[in-house]
C-alpha cells in the first residue's frame, strides 16, 4: 500500500477530511433544530428523508467495509494497483455512522411533529423497495462467488444513485409551493462547504501520489460531491433569489401575527374572580 510522499500534502489532506466531515456531519443540525422550534414537518419533503436513508445506509455498508475489511482491501489493490491508497478515510466512516443516526432522529421527527397532508410517496416507496432487494440479491451472489469488492461497489453505486435522485422531491416541492419554508438552508450552506473541502481532500491525495485514480477508484465519493454541490446552488438560488420575497412575507406575518397576539393580551381587561 503506497505511503504519504510529502508530510505538507498528508497534514492537507487531513485537514479537508476533517472540515469536510464537521461541515456535513453539523449539516444535519439545522433541520433538525428547525423542525424543533417549529414543531412541524411541513415543507421538510419525506421522500427526501427516506430516499437520504437509504443513501447513506448504503455509503456506510461501502465505507466501513472498505475502511476494516483486510479481504476487501486486497481485492480493491489487486484491481487498482498494489501502490495505491485506499480511497476511504477514517472521516468517512464516522460520517457515514452519523448520518445514518440523524437522518433516522429527523424521519422520528416526522413521527412526532405535526406533519399537515404530507406523506411518503408511493413512487419513494417502490423505489426504495426495488433498490434494496436488489442489493439483497447482488450480496447473495457475492457470497457464493466471494466478490467482495463487487458487492460493496453495488452499495457505493446505489449511494451515488440516491445522491442524484433525492434532492428532486424537494426541488419539486419548492418549486410547487413558490417557498423554502421549513427547509433549512443553513443545511444546504453547510452542505456545499463539506462538498468542496471534500474535493479538496481527494485532490491532496491525488497530487501526492502524481495519479488521478483516486478520483475514478472512487467514482462515488467524487460524484457525491458533484452532485451535492450542483443541488446545494439550486437550493441557494431558490432560497435567495426566486423565493426570498415569499420566505420574508412568511417569517414577516408570523412576527405580526405574534405581535398581535401580545397585544391582544395586555389589553384586554383583567377578568373578575368570583370568590
Given at each position: 500500500m503506497?505511503?504519504w ?6 497534514v ?7 472540515i469536510a ?16 422550534r417549529r414543531k412541524?414537518v411541513v ?7 427516506v ?6 445506509s ?20 489487486n ?10 478515510a477514517?472521516?468517512?466512516v464516522a460520517?457515514?455512522?452519523h ?12 413521527i ?20 434494496w432487494?436488489?442489493?439483497a ?12 469488492l463487487w ?5 457505493n ?9 433525492k ?8 418549486f ?7 427547509w ?5 450552506l ?14 491532496m491525495?491525488?497530487?501526492d ?9 472512487n467514482?462515488?465519493?467524487?460524484l ?13 438560488f431558490?432560497?435567495y ?22 397585544a391582544?393580551?395586555?389589553?384586554e ?6 370568590v
Open positions: 503506497a505511503s510522499h510529502s508530510t505538507p500534502l498528508e492537507a489532506y487531513q485537514v479537508f477530511g476533517w466531515f464537521f461541515s456535513w456531519s453539523i449539516s444535519f443540525y439545522p433541520q433538525v433544530i428547525l423542525n424543533y412541524s415543507g421538510l419533503n419525506f421522500d427526501f428523508l430516499l437520504n436513508l437509504t443513501k447513506h448504503s455509503y456506510l455498508v461501502y465505507n466501513v467495509s472498505l475502511f476494516f475489511s483486510p479481504v476487501v482491501q486486497k481485492q480493491y489493490l484491481k487498482f494497483g498494489k501502490d495505491k491508497m485506499i480511497p476511504v477514517a472521516n468517512d460520517f457515514s455512522i448520518a445514518v443516526l440523524i437522518t433516522a432522529f429527523t424521519l422520528f421527527q416526522v412526532i411533529y405535526d406533519r399537515g397532508n404530507q406523506r411518503v410517496s408511493k413512487i419513494c416507496i417502490l423505489i426504495t423497495m426495488a433498490i432487494i436488489s442489493a440479491i447482488c450480496a447473495f451472489v457475492a457470497i457464493s462467488r466471494h466478490s467482495w458487492i460493496i461497489t453495488v452499495f453505486t446505489i449511494q451515488v444513485i440516491m445522491t442524484v435522485i434532492y428532486i422531491p424537494q426541488v419539486v416541492m419548492n410547487r409551493r413558490k417557498s423554502t419554508e421549513g433549512s438552508i443553513g443545511n444546504i453547510l452542505d456545499m462547504l463539506g462538498g468542496v473541502t471534500n474535493y479538496a481532500q481527494m485532490a491525495q491525488s497530487i501520489q502524481s495519479s488521478w485514480e483516486n478520483f475514478y477508484g467514482i462515488g465519493k467524487t457525491l460531491s458533484l452532485v451535492s454541490i450542483f443541488f446545494d446552488l439550486v437550493f441557494i431558490q432560497h433569489v426566486i423565493y426570498p420575497s415569499k420566505n420574508q412575507k412568511t417569517a414577516s406575518k408570523a412576527d405580526v401575527n405574534g405581535a398581535v397576539l401580545l391582544t393580551n395586555f389589553s381587561p383583567p377578568q373578575s374572580v368570583n
